[in-house]
């Protein structure tokens, strides 16, 4: 059973670029969650999601930052016209549904640089 | 506001010493508690957790931690430690009954020397 995938594991943007950060959650697991560690800094949650569904997005920035967990294929994250403070590890984690205690299994991240 | 805070950034120790990795936490609600490992370059690996009963909980690698209410803290520790325990350790804490949302401390980086 593959664990929490994610790619690209590193990705280079110019300023004013897209980035896209792809998340595949464990098979049989339906949440996932993205969080964004910066430089010597703890990981900070952005987003918690379902299939098709928002759950809390409380963490993400106002402006650039997207996501989504469509019915089929990954989790996107979506960072539009970077700048070099998006600069970090970005990770995804998912877990099953249901119950007040689900475990989050992690991805190895994808780590963004803006030039 | 709810936060974890980490009272030690960098932990140098010793080979085959005990270490104590320091974690409080500040809520208004009940939380569950988490240790994770991140070893460089690599993603978070859950070593223990808390989440109701027995107040000290044992988790991988040998290590262990202890739940204390009343100091809000959830201290990590090993009787022993190895070169390949060399890591960043986080605590993080959700709250109860309120979905994924994990808060996490800044890290402690532990560096096993020989």
């Known amino acids: 059973n593959a664990g929490v995938m994610q790619n690209p594991r590193h990705l280079v943007r110019r300023r004013g670029q897209e980035a896209r950060l792809r998340c595949s959650p464990m098979k049989g697991h339906s949440h996932v969650y993205w969080y964004r560690q910066l430089p010597e800094e703890g990981l900070k949650f952005m987003v918690y999601?379902?299939?098709?569904?928002?759950?809390?997005e409380s963490g993400m920035p106002k402006e650039r930052f997207s996501a989504e967990f469509p019915k089929e294929g990954p989790s996107i994250l979506r960072i539009q016209q970077v700048v070099r403070g998006d600069s970090a590890a970005y990770f995804c984690a998912s877990s099953q549904p249901g119950g007040s205690y689900n475990e989050q299994f992690f991805g190895p991240g994808t780590r963004l640089t803006v030039l | 506001a709810q936060s974890v805070t980490q009272l030690d950034s960098q932990v140098p120790v010793f080979e085959e010493a005990p270490v104590e990795l320091r974690c409080n936490y500040s809520s208004s609600v009940s939380v569950y508690l988490f240790w994770y490992v991140q070893y460089p370059n690599q993603g978070l690996q859950l070593l223990l957790k808390y989440l109701s009963g027995s107040t000290l909980v044992k988790g991988i690698n040998g290590f262990e931690a202890e739940f204390n209410k009343s100091q809000t803290s959830f201290h990590l520790r090993k009787p022993s430690v190895h070169i390949s325990d060399t890591a960043e350790y986080f605590c993080?804490?959700?709250?109860?009954?309120?979905?994924?949302?994990?808060?996490f401390g800044q890290g402690t980086e532990l560096s096993v020397k020989p």
């Open positions: 999601l379902q299939k098709e569904n928002i759950i809390d």
């Open positions: 993080a804490f959700l709250l109860y009954n309120q979905g994924g949302k994990l808060i």
